[in-house]
Nanobody
C-alpha cells in the first residue's frame, strides 16, 4: 500500500507563490514510483473535486486550462516526490489540494489565497 502525504500549503496573498509537495512512502520502490502517473486535484468549499495537473511516467505533463502558464508539476524520482509549483495565485485557487497515483490519495493540504 502506498501512502501519499501532501505538504506546503498555507496562506498567501494574490499574486504570490507556493510549492506543494507530495511524498510517496510505504510499499513502494523507486522503480515503482517512476511508473506512476501522478495527478494533482483540488477541492474548493462547496465545489466538486477538480483535476489540476498530471505528470506521466516519462515526465510529460498536462494541465487544466485554468492553471496553464501559472502552475508547474514536476517529480523527483530519487525522493519519490511530486511537486506543484504555483505562481500568480488567485483567490479562486483557494482549495484543498490532493495528490494521487490513481490508486491512493493523500490527505490534502490547504491553500488559501487572500489579501
Amino acid at each position: 500500500q502506498v501512502q501519499l502525504v501532501e505538504s506546503g500549503g498555507g496562506l498567501v496573498q494574490p499574486g504570490g507563490s507556493l510549492r506543494l509537495s507530495c511524498a510517496a512512502s510505504g510499499s513502494i520502490s523507486g522503480s515503482m514510483f517512476r511508473r506512476y502517473t501522478m495527478d494533482w486535484y483540488r477541492q474548493a468549499p462547496g465545489k466538486q473535486r477538480e483535476w489540476v495537473a498530471s505528470i506521466m511516467s516519462g515526465g510529460s505533463t498536462t494541465y487544466a486550462d485554468f492553471v496553464k502558464g501559472r502552475f508547474a508539476i514536476s517529480r523527483d524520482y530519487a525522493k519519490n516526490t511530486v511537486y506543484l509549483q504555483m505562481n500568480g495565485l488567485k483567490q479562486e485557487d483557494t482549495a484543498v489540494y490532493y495528490c494521487t497515483n490513481r490508486g491512493s490519495w493523500g490527505q490534502g493540504t490547504q491553500v488559501t489565497v487572500s489579501s
